[in-house]
């Protein structure tokens, strides 16, 4: 079996283990506000996420022959970048409560940007506000849920 077939095996276990057993025990409790409105509820976005990795984890067990390969990881340049990748990560969930969500965002999102080799400023701090600027408007907007608002979030 390649690389390829059990990566995207693993990937489809995980995410059914994620589908039955983490995303059910997501409590509930939303519902018993003051005021009656809809909303899509704490479990929405976990089970569109796993059932994406599923899906996708089955396509790369199907048709394992694409660009898939993880030998680009021998190159020492590619795991700094994953590595950063996830300390970028980890950083940003941990600045979420105190910066809020769109300080933390904006300045994820750009040093994001800049990590993978964008250098035109002009071009990062319009995307990385925008996305941050319309991803919070959604949410609040459109799925009636709320975001860390932190210490120092900006009023949308």
Known sequence: MSVDRVFGATVCILALLFLTLAVPSIPDDWQHTAGTYYSVGPRMFPYIAGVLCLLLGLGVVVHPEGHNKLSGLRDRKARGRVAASLLLTL??????DVAGFTLSTIAALALFF??????????????????????KFVFLKFFLLELPVGLFDLPI
């Open 91 to 96: 950083g940003y969930v941990a600045l979420l």
């Open 114 to 135: 800049t990590m993978f080799g964008e250098r035109r400023w002009y071009i990062i701090v319009p995307m990385a506000v925008g996305v941050a600027v319309i991803t």
